[in-house]
């Protein structure tokens, strides 16, 4: 049930511009502001203050700051798994610490996802080879949403 809420909540960000570190529905968001938005309407407040940030997200000092958090709120998957309205946490190359979030739309032989990214806004893509090649951590949402 969570798993609805969770898709339609991100389908209704579609088309919200890309905003370095903002989360408002309709006037920008990147990935970390998406699955903000999200947890706020399943949980009515975040789970912790989130500091400023940069793009980089501490890569230099090789900190995993969003798996840490992911680790925190979310319930750890198998990578391998696959279920709509699971968060999926990406590394842009391998190696680099894991900097990108997104939702699976759709689970099956042809997945989707749904995530802000630079240049394009809140968009659904499908969750090609390349992408599922990225993933570093599958969650889902804790259940006790209202």
Known sequence: ??????????????????LHQASVKGAGADCLG??????RSLYL????PVPPYTDDWAEP???EVLLLAARRWLLEKPVASQA???VLLFRMRSGSIAKHLGVQSLAGPEPRFIHAYTGHGVVENALSQPWCRRI???FAFPEGAR
């Open 45 to 48: 407040q975040e789970p912790e």
């Open 84 to 86: 709509s309205g699971d």
């Open 34 to 39: 998406l699955l903000r938005g999200i947890w």
């Open 61 to 63: 000092d090789h900190r």
């Open 1 to 18: 049930m969570i798993a609805l809420h969770v898709v339609a909540e991100a389908r209704s960000w579609i088309g919200t511009p890309y």
């Open 136 to 138: 570093a951590a599958r």
